[in-house]
């Protein structure tokens, strides 16, 4: 049974992917401050903070998990001019520098044994503009640029390298939307409903199950434009 460590697993997408793979995988849940609080079948948990890289190197080293799904990420609202750079440092050493060394560190191992899959989850807004997210919308384009080139240095290697990009969600910001926000977000998705933290978890299991399929940025929005 192959094993997979999802990382962030004690956030609304971070539960969903977990419970979607754990009847199949041996899988081990991450968590940092917030614990786990949902049933977790037989997956195993290991905690550690994302923004400390011998605690990361350390951890991912020694679970040696075939597939890695990082569902880690945190948003402080604030507009470009506004943003104070120790918010900013925070941000990108969660959303992306955190990415980069769960990677590398995974890597090795995936690479030795000719199979690996990494999954991050990105956002909508490495795609669209995001107000007042400027750092946010930073990170998760760096995060898709990071996983391009990732990708493409591992792609002989039998390892693949993809993004998730969820757009409006019935959790988080899409639930917190009220009014004409909520409108106004919900107008540009063509059906004209938010998402489900479940259609994020089966994106996760077809690039789990997809070895052609690499460098890319699945995007589930609802076809939001």
């Known amino acids: 049974m192959k094993r997979v460590l999802v990382i962030g697993a004690s956030g609304q997408i971070g539960q969903a992917v977990t419970a979607d793979l754990v009847a199949d995988f041996d899988v081990v ?14 997956a195993d948990t290991v905690q550690f903070d994302l923004t400390n890289h011998l605690a990361v190197q350390q951890a991912v080293i020694s679970l040696k998990s075939d597939i890695l799904v990082n569902c ?3 948003q402080i609202n604030a507009r470009a001019m506004n943003i104070d750079p120790s918010d900013w440092n925070r941000i990108v050493a969660v959303n992306l520098t ?3 060394l769960l990677t590398k560190h995974a890597l090795p191992a995936m690479i030795r044994q000719n199979y690996g899959r990494i ?18 919308t930073a990170t998760k384009a760096g ?17 693949t390298i993809n ?26 998705i063509p059906g004209g409903e938010p998402g489900r933290t479940a259609d994020v978890a089966k994106t996760v299991r077809f690039l789990i199950d997809s070895p052609y399929v690499t460098g890319q940025s699945v995007r589930v929005d609802g076809g939001m434009w």
């Open 29 to 42: 849940a991450h968590w940092h401050k917030t614990e786990l609080k949902m049933p977790l079948g037989l």
């Open 72 to 74: 880690a990420g945190i």
């Open 98 to 100: 955190a990415p980069f």
């Open 119 to 136: 999954i991050h989850v990105s956002s909508m807004a490495g795609h669209l503009p995001l107000l007042g997210a400027s750092a946010y």
């Open 143 to 159: 995060l898709e640029g990071f996983v391009r080139s990732a990708a493409a240095d591992v792609a002989k290697k039998g390892v």
């Open 163 to 188: 993004c998730v990009a969820p757009g409006i969600l019935n959790v988080g910001l899409g639930a917190d939307l009220k009014g004409k926000g909520r409108e106004a977000f919900l107008s540009r």
